[in-house]
């Protein structure tokens, strides 16, 4: 397994997320709340680009007529069927024991800690004062 | 184990997917200002100073608005606007390229010709978009081909226009709604058989959003989208019954249909239920001599888009055992928002044969592909 | 004819409804992330009984330069308000949610409606009132939202669609009815369609004009339907307002309920008595379209066949095309019936309108 820079940590601010090429990979990395988290950018549904879809909440299933969306930005909607995912675990909402999006560690490091390697910076310039988003694959 | 689904190989060799027949791809134009080079005058300002007069409450929403940005796939409005399905570059990109599409017959639903009260404007606008789709998409991509759009409320002229179209062999088929304002059993309609059966072409339905002026289900008006969608699979079974019962197939016993994204796992269950009443009623309908579910097996394809699903895979198999695996044709429905990729829909497994049957082969012998 | 004087009620005015995406802000996050997933914020909804495309729904000098008729509120306020001297105008925002199957939906829609109205376009000039458009699919809902509303005084009726999924006076949707009637607001059935059916018994004509000319025969069908049903015994109290109905098929409408009711009453013992009495006193119609030839002794002739002057309320149905410049009032009306059209008649319909304590102008003519 190898490590990946692939952000510093201001450029994913909360409630966001980027798609990064990584040895030919696409993988989406979000920010929750201050939380990272990586998805393989393929739905393991019908195969759309997943991180494509919109962050969204989750409707609290409840009774006839109600509504309430809760846990906003926690969720991802794939941009073709609307099937929903939580993009901490990668588990479908509907079923989450078969239906998974696959997800990678991802964990944030001092740029003093990542100079000292072996991380592929790729095309960073890792400052040592900064945090960067490490990406596992 | 979930990551065995999400990784498990694309079905299907390379081979076999460069020989993809996709038998449901919409298109549609940008605007109706698309359609203009085809239009006459007249009805050029009738698009500006009159528009759409359909039988629904609103023109421009769906009755029952979809989920996932508006029916379609989120992914496929293109970035210069516009509709999904108003660009060929895109659909190229995104769908005939990447899934190996061999042949894509064009289903050029919108603009609601079906549900047009002025049979004047629904005709010109027929008219303009069967040349439209010809010299906009066909002309443009050998891999394309289209099927002819009528307004099948006025039979007289949607015979005409087949006839006129009825040679041109960038046509493969004739499209009509199934949610006409009668039963399409019914005489009124059989203008447009006459017209199929000559022209040797098949007549498919495909569902549209809005109907013939009356609730789209005989439970009456459903209140959610996931009730209206399940019309789709009850108006496609109204459909068939009408004609057999009207004695379609008897009075033209060449014509095929096809059912285009209606579902197919209902249709055995229908044969048997029409059968068992029809022994014990056949005195009503003596025009129909044979067991209905011999038209249903003789005269009707279908196609596979929403992929039906069943939990035990051998159930599945069952239904298109009975159905016949020379009926069932592979359709993907791009761009709409319940697209099935050709490498994932299936969940069964297919044996070569079958596959071939499915994704090409018997689209191929429908529509004559060569 | 112009109006002879300044301070009309103007009681059927078309702002355009907002852009869908103005009505957001005004939501729960649940409904606002669904029309947003949707894509329901960006497509909007176009009412085929209110297509703005149409001759009728856009007089060509009352289009504005950009966007849909009566979607300018500077214009709106020039020509509909200022032009005619209007003391007030009651604004009927006809909104294609009312459409929806999906009732939850509907609700959602039109309760920001609601809200905009109150909270954007209706402080823009005090001369505005407004409309509470609700939805039938769950009387329930409708109710709330008429509770919801209520309060706010420049709410002044309940706004429904003529052509509707069942006839109005059915018993499920009395608890509406009810909530008016506490409300102290009038129920008014505006021209429209749900097309939940054909606008006509005969099936589906293929012209709007078809659709626009039998629209009375259906507004005849809502009519009768409150009268048989019982609604006008049921909620004494409960004014119906017909907009943009046209007017001048009432006579003939009432001559046959009144003979009718000789023969069949006993089919429907509540109605107590002779029906041309209970709608009088309980039916309102707002004036444009008033179709009729221009000749003024046809026109003097035509109000006679009323045999009431309660039951017109003054309307340019703003920015509809059914007359051209100040010509809102047909021929042959007497200064009399004006005065009771445009100002006593919609005074005594709407309570909540603050008429103006003893106009000088009355004073003078009084004294004259």
């Known amino acids: 397994m190898k490590r990946y820079v692939v952000a510093a940590v201001p450029e994913i601010p909360p409630g966001t997320h980027k798609i990064i090429e990584v040895s030919g990979r696409e993988v989406g990395v979000f920010n929750v709340n201050g939380a990272f988290y990586a998805l393989l950018n393929r739905c393991p549904h019908g195969g759309a680009a997943l991180c494509k879809g919109t962050v969204v909440g989750l409707v609290r299933p409840g009774g006839v007529g109600e509504y309430e969306l809760i846990r906003k930005g926690e969720f991802l909607r794939c941009p073709w069927h609307g099937w929903e995912f939580e993009i901490s675990s990668g588990q479908s909402y509907c079923d989450p024991t078969k239906v998974k999006a696959r997800k990678f560690d991802v964990a944030v490091e001092r740029g003093d800690d990542l100079v000292k390697g072996p991380y592929v910076a790729e095309t960073y310039n890792v400052a040592i004062e900064n945090d960067y988003v490490v990406l596992t694959l | ?370 | ?368």
């Open chain 3, 1 to 368: 004819m112009k109006l002879p004087f300044r301070g009309a009620v103007d009681c059927d005015i078309h702002p355009a409804p907002p852009p869908m995406s103005a009505l957001l802000p005004f939501m729960s996050d649940y409904w606002s992330d669904q029309l947003q997933n949707r894509y329901i914020d960006k497509f909007g909804f176009t009412l085929t009984s209110h297509n703005p495309l149409l001759a009728i729904h856009g007089r060509p000098d009352w289009r504005p330069k950009t966007g849909t008729p009566g979607s300018d509120i500077d214009v709106l306020r020039a020509q509909a308000l200022d032009d005619f001297g209007s003391a007030f105008a009651i604004c009927n925002v006809l909104h294609g949610a009312t459409t929806l199957f999906h009732g939850d939906m509907a609700a959602a829609i039109l309760g920001a409606l609601n809200d905009w109205l109150a909270k954007e376009l209706l402080p823009r000039d005090r001369r505005l009132r407004g409309s509470i458009s609700v939805t039938l699919q769950d009387p329930k809902l409708a109710v709330a939202e008429i509770e919801r509303c209520a309060d706010n005084q420049d709410f002044v009726q309940v706004l429904l669609p003529a052509l509707g999924e069942l006839p109005i006076g059915r018993r499920l949707y009395w608890p509406v009815f009810e909530a008016a009637q506490r409300a102290g607001l009038p129920i008014c059935l505006h021209a429209g369609s749900l097309y939940r059916q054909a606008p006509m018994g005969n099936g589906w004509p293929s012209y709007f004009v078809e659709d626009y000319v039998t629209q009375a025969t259906a507004f005849e069908g809502a009519l009768v339907s409150l009268l048989a049903e019982g609604v006008f015994r049921k909620f004494p109290d409960l004014t119906f307002v017909l907009a943009e109905s046209g007017v001048t098929w009432l006579p003939q409408f009432v001559w046959r309920q009144d003979k009718m009711w000789l023969g069949v009453r006993t089919e429907l013992p509540w109605i107590d008595r002779v029906p041309r009495e209970i709608i009088r006193e309980r039916v309102r119609m707002t004036l444009q379209p008033f179709d009729a030839p221009s000749d003024a002794r046809v026109i003097q002739r035509i109000v006679e066949h009323f045999e009431s002057d309660d039951i017109l309320l003054f309307s340019t149905d703003y920015p509809h095309w059914h007359f051209d410049g100040d010509d809102v009032v047909p021929d042959g009306f007497t200064s009399e019936l004006i005065r009771k059209i445009a100002i006593d008649n919609p005074y005594a319909t709407y309570a909540r309108l603050p008429r103006p304590v003893a106009p000088a102008r009355n004073r003078t003519e009084v004294s004259a």
């Open chain 2, 1 to 370: 184990m979930s990551h065995a689904v999400l990784e498990r190989p694309p079905v299907g060799s390379a081979r076999t997917r460069t020989r993809i027949v996709d038998c449901d791809l919409h298109i549609t134009a940008r605007s109706a200002a698309d359609l203009y080079p085809w239009l006459p005058q007249q009805w050029r300002t009738h698009v500006e100073t009159v528009g759409p007069h359909i039988r629904a409450g609103v023109y421009n929403q769906e009755p029952h608005p979809r989920m996932m940005a508006r029916g379609m796939r989120a992914d496929a409005y293109p970035e210069e606007g516009g509709p999904p399905g108003c660009s060929l570059e895109l659909m190229r990109k995104q769908h005939l390229d990447p899934n190996g599409i061999e042949f894509g017959m064009l289903i050029a639903l919108g603009r609601g010709i079906f549900e047009e009260r002025n049979q004047h404007f629904a005709a010109a606008l027929s008219h303009a978009i069967n040349a439209w789709q010809l010299e906009r998409w066909v002309d443009e991509d050998e891999r394309l081909v289209a099927a002819i759009i009528v307004p099948q409320e006025d039979a007289e002229f949607a015979a005409q226009e087949i006839e006129r179209r009825a040679s041109d062999r960038r046509f493969r088929q004739i499209l009509l709604s199934p949610k006409a304002q009668e039963p399409l059993g019914r005489k009124r309609y059989w203008p447009i058989y006459t017209a199929a059966e000559r022209a040797g072409l098949p007549v498919a339905f495909h569902p549209a959003a809005t109907g013939g002026g009356h609730p789209s289900s005989g439970a009456g008006w459903p209140t959610y989208y996931l009730e209206e969608h399940n019309t789709f699979g009850t108006i496609m079974q109204g459909v068939l019954t009408s004609l057999i019962f009207e004695g379609v197939f008897e009075r033209f016993p060449k014509l095929k249909v096809v059912a285009v994204e209606g579902g197919f796992t209902w249709a055995p269950t229908l044969g048997w239920r029409m059968d068992k009443h029809w022994n014990r009623l056949r005195g009503e309908v003596p025009h129909v001599p044979r067991p209905p579910s011999e038209y249903l097996r003789e005269h009707v394809w279908f196609t596979t888009q929403p992929m039906e699903e069943a939990r035990n895979q051998d159930h599945l198999r069952d239904i298109i055992d009975w159905l016949g695996w020379d009926r069932l044709m592979f359709s993907s429905d791009y761009p709409h928002w319940d697209f099935d990729d050709p490498r994932y829909a299936f969940k069964i497994v297919l044996s070569e044969e079958e596959r071939a049957k499915i994704f090409h082969d018997n689209a191929k012998a429908l529509y004559g592909l060569k």
